[in-house]
């Protein structure tokens, strides 16, 4: 991969979203942050990059727009929500869990919830990988990013 094949540019097509909680809110711009900081991003096709993606949710599909940094379109591909409820589900129980143990939980729990919590994360994550595999390369640490906005985009506190 070319050091041209990265995101630069993120946006989230919140539409309907009203409001989220502090933590939520956190995780997004920290995902965004690092996303952009670090990533490889190398969709399927004869693409030059860099990329300015839009991420989405249209009639239960999650939808990928990438575009060229003139935010001209070069490739739109979707994935069915479906296939990220139950992960997205239990992931934001253990967040939850998590974000009440920090405030009151010896330090061995907090970290025994944390490991689920980031396990979970890798899961959604590896998933998210294997379903755009063929429609995009992306290394680990990209794609737990993408994960995390998933999530975002699913949030409704």
Request: one cysteine or more; charged letters at 30%.
């Amino acid at each position: 991969m070319s050091d041209n094949q990265k995101i630069v540019n993120v946006v989230l097509d919140e539409k309907g979203v009203l409001r989220r909680n502090a933590e939520i809110e956190h995780e997004r711009a920290v995902a965004i942050y690092d996303l952009l900081e670090d990533n490889r991003f190398s969709p399927a096709g004869d693409f030059d990059g860099p990329y300015s993606l839009h991420i989405g949710i249209l009639d239960n599909r999650l939808v990928f727009d990438v575009r060229n940094m003139a935010e001209e379109p070069l490739t739109k591909f979707t994935l069915p929500v479906i296939s990220f409820k139950t992960i997205i589900r239990d992931y934001f129980t253990i967040c939850g869990s998590y974000f009440e143990a920090i405030k009151t939980k010896t330090r061995s729990q907090i970290e025994a919830i944390d490991m689920g919590r980031r396990g979970l994360h890798n899961e959604g994550a590896e998933r998210l990988r294997s379903l755009l595999e063929e429609k995009v390369e992306v290394d680990n640490d990209t794609a737990r990013r993408l994960f995390t906005l998933v999530c975002v985009l699913h949030a409704k506190g």
